[in-house]
């Protein structure tokens, strides 16, 4: 909770540019409704990638409760450090803590999303598409 700004700051810069890219607000309201609420099994299945030699957070992996179930509330790695495993660790980190009380891990990925290609390698299952549509009232 000490880090809320900086991981807010990772989220705009890990998915700027990008398909999930949002205001610099909405991330910082998103970390703060999470710490609030978040049960503390759910914060121990939790991760924040810190950088040993800067200090700075690299990743960041949320885990919620929605529908009785645990679901991926957010997961990025800031884009200089992808490819070495990090999502996977925190990702496996979430499996392992969660298992014995919950049968199911879930998430909603963007399509276009880079991960989406991790997610399928990791075992998650597609469960169908959602859209979001916008209308404008004159």
């Known amino acids: 909770i000490d ?3 900086m991981i807010a700051e990772v989220f705009k810069e890990a998915y700027a540019n990008g398909p999930d890219e ?3 607000q909405v991330y910082a309201e ?3 409704r999470y710490f609030d609420v ?17 200090g700075e957070i690299v990743g960041v992996c949320l885990i919620s409760l929605w529908e009785g179930l645990p679901l991926v509330y957010s997961i990025t790695v800031l884009p200089q450090h992808r490819g ?8 496996d980190r979430a499996l392992t803590v969660l298992e014995p009380d919950y049968p199911v891990l879930r998430l909603f990925v963007t399509t276009g999303n880079q991960a989406e290609q991790l997610y399928r390698k990791k075992g998650f299952l597609s469960g169908g ?10």
Request: proline share 2%; no cysteine; glycine share 2%.
């Open 38 to 54: 978040v049960d503390p099994k759910l914060l121990s299945a939790s991760s924040v990638v810190y950088d040993l030699i800067t």
């Open 84 to 91: 070495m495993g990090l999502a996977s660790a925190m990702l």
């Open 129 to 138: 598409e959602y859209h979001h549509l916008k209308y404008t009232i004159e």
């Open 3 to 5: 880090d809320m700004s």
């Open 30 to 32: 998103d970390a703060a």
């Open 22 to 24: 949002r205001e610099a």
